[in-house]
């Protein structure tokens, strides 16, 4: 089973960019479709974006046009570019395997002045 680990997360300034990254532990051409997760204190976890085997994307419509998921297929690893980021964007990020019900530690991202 590929594990995935994410990193990348810190603390930035609201209207700032965090490029975080998910590190597959195999080949992630072997998971159809990877997504993003985030989850904010007191609220559920919820999905970001999606990605494809094929190339397809799919955003939720906080993240539309702010948010770019990417799959390097060689270096075995999924991307999310965050853009235009805002304090609403407080969450620890998680990727994983859309069929998969067990996740990581995830990765911390604050917003903040």
């Known amino acids: 089973q590929v594990q995935l680990v994410e990193s990348g997360g810190g603390l930035v300034q609201p209207g700032g960019s965090l490029r975080l990254s998910c590190a597959a532990s195999?080949?992630?051409?072997?998971?159809?479709?990877i997504g993003w997760y985030r989850q904010a204190p007191g609220k559920q976890r919820a999905v970001v974006a999606i990605?494809?085997?094929?190339?397809?994307?799919h955003y939720s419509e906080f993240a539309k046009g702010r948010f770019t998921i990417s799959r390097d297929n060689v270096k075995n690893t999924v991307y999310l570019q965050m853009n235009s980021l805002t304090p609403e964007d407080t969450a620890v990020y998680y990727c994983?395997?859309?069929?998969?019900?067990?996740w990581g530690q995830g990765t911390q991202v604050t917003v903040s002045s």
């Open positions: 994983n395997d859309v069929t998969s019900s067990e």
């Open positions: 195999g080949s992630i051409f072997s998971i159809a479709t």
């Open positions: 990605a494809s085997r094929g190339g397809a994307t």
